[in-house]
């Protein structure tokens, strides 16, 4: 005869009561502590477009850069690159919210 | 037989007292005033972190720029400078009274950084006083927070402290938003909130050649189809968002009227269920200022009959105040075609059309 049947119901009860609390207390706590942990910062990516060629190059961001600032030479053709865009590239996000 | 019965009448007298407990006692509610402050003081000790981090951040910063002593300028910043609205219950001149009070205030701010940094450049000066308007609203948000906390212990009063719990987990995030912005604005790549800004950049390309129009409001003259285009937005690359309504009313004047479609553009704060860089146009003054900029926009294009377009970037709470993201990038890419088609569909050549990139114009010129 198995170890339960020998058991008063009542206390099968109650162990399953304790069993459930314990889980529910458990997952909650993990659910809170994994969602504090996903914090990664991207890249921020700076591109140049040549304004002779059509150039784009692609690069991360120094400090000073800015969008509409001139200067530098095309690899290409050595012609005048502006800054068009500076933009953080984040990993991708779960989605939970119902869009 | 006899256990059951002895566990059966327990079980009754067990729920008895607990309903007697439950129905006639208070004690649940202190087991749960208990709870749930712990649950605040945990997350309030995160606000004082973020207050502390906030500031050596700056601290830092403000050391970068060469600054003497960064510490007391915060600290004599933080708690000052605060405006009282003025009276709504007479509205008369009301937008007046608060547009004079609003110049007022930064024309404070403003003395108040050249007084303790004399020579500072312009760009520094605007990053200065970001940077100190970022630590005094994180002071702020857990000076708000400390003060509901303290008036729930001290009455006791589990509603309070329960309201608090509930909505904590909301008032961390934006103050993490706001201790990031400090790194966003330190490190001086374009924010959200400069969506517009981008957008009136890229329909100029390369035009160089501006004429500050307003305090820290720049308009450019260039042509688009045949259309003679005027572009306003603030002065960058600088953290400052200008005068933007000011600027259109002086441009609208000087040109008599002569204009046949204004458009704004700016970010707008997307609702929880849209994406991030979603577009969408309607009509109206895209501007969330607190009123004067708004109204003058408004008030400009109803007195000389002008369509009064506006396309809008939705995007987070946290993304407008930090580093522009790919998804508001792209969806800066978008409202340009969106200001482009609607030029090309609605105006004809010949015609002359205002294009005003609302927003913090930071990393962008
Ligand atoms: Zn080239």
Redesign the pocket.
């Known amino acids: 005869m198995s170890v339960l049947l020998e058991l008063d119901p009542l206390y099968i009860l109650l162990i399953a009561i304790i069993v459930f609390l314990s889980s529910y207390l458990l997952i909650s706590y993990l659910r809170e502590s994994s969602t504090q942990k996903k914090e990664e910062k991207g890249k921020i990516v700076t591109v140049k477009k ?6 784009v190059l692609n690069k991360p961001y120094d400090k000073g850069e800015y969008v509409g600032r001139v200067g530098e030479k ?6 005048e ?1 502006m800054v068009t865009a500076i933009y953080l590239e984040t990993p991708p996000q779960p989605q939970e919210a119902i869009s | 037989m006899d256990g059951v019965q002895d566990w059966t009448s327990m079980l009754i007298a067990i729920l008895i007292l607990s309903s007697f407990i439950l129905n006639f006692t208070d004690i649940p509610q202190k087991i749960q005033f208990t709870r749930y402050s712990s649950v605040v003081r945990r997350k309030l000790m995160e606000l004082i972190e973020f207050e502390e981090e906030g500031r050596r951040k700056s601290i830092k910063y403000l050391k970068d720029m060469n600054l003497p002593n960064p510490k007391t300028l915060i600290d004599d910043y933080v708690d000052n400078f605060f405006m009282i609205f003025p009276v709504e219950r007479e509205p008369i001149d009301v937008i007046k009274r608060l547009k004079h009070l609003l110049r007022t205030r930064d024309e404070a701010v403003k003395r108040y950084v050249l007084d303790k940094v004399p020579n500072v450049s312009e760009i520094d000066r605007q990053r200065i006083e970001v940077l100190l308007e970022l630590n005094s609203v994180l002071t702020y948000i857990n000076k708000v927070v400390k003060h509901y906390y303290n008036l729930g212990v001290k009455f006791n009063d589990w509603i309070m402290m329960m309201q608090l719990a509930l909505q904590i987990n909301q008032i961390v995030r934006l103050a993490k938003a706001y201790r990031d912005a400090i790194d966003s604005f330190g490190v001086g790549a374009p924010i959200g909130d400069g969506a517009g800004a981008l957008v009136a950049r890229m329909l100029l390309g390369n035009v160089s050649g501006a004429s500050e129009i307003a305090p820290e409001t720049v308009l450019y003259e260039t042509s688009f189809e045949g259309r003679k285009l005027y572009v306003i937005k603030a002065k960058g690359p600088g953290p400052t968002v200008g005068w933007p309504g000011e600027a259109l009313e002086k441009l609208v004047d000087s040109l008599e009227c002569r204009i046949s479609r204004i458009i704004t553009v700016d970010a707008a704060l997307k609702l929880e269920s849209e994406k991030s860089g979603e577009v969408a146009y309607g009509v109206g003054a895209a501007i969330g200022d607190l009123g004067p900029e708004k109204i003058a926009m408004e008030r400009i294009a109803s007195r000389c009959s002008v369509p009064l377009d506006a396309v809008v970037i939705k995007m987070s709470n946290e993304e407008a105040i930090n580093t522009m993201t790919k998804q508001v990038y792209e969806g800066v890419v978008r409202a340009a075609d969106i200001v482009k088609n609607t030029i090309l569909s609605k105006t004809r050549e010949g015609d002359a059309v205002v294009v005003v990139g609302v927003g913090n114009t930071l990393g962008i010129e």
């Open positions: 040549c304004l002779s060629c059509n150039y095309c690899p290409k053709c050595g012609g690159m």
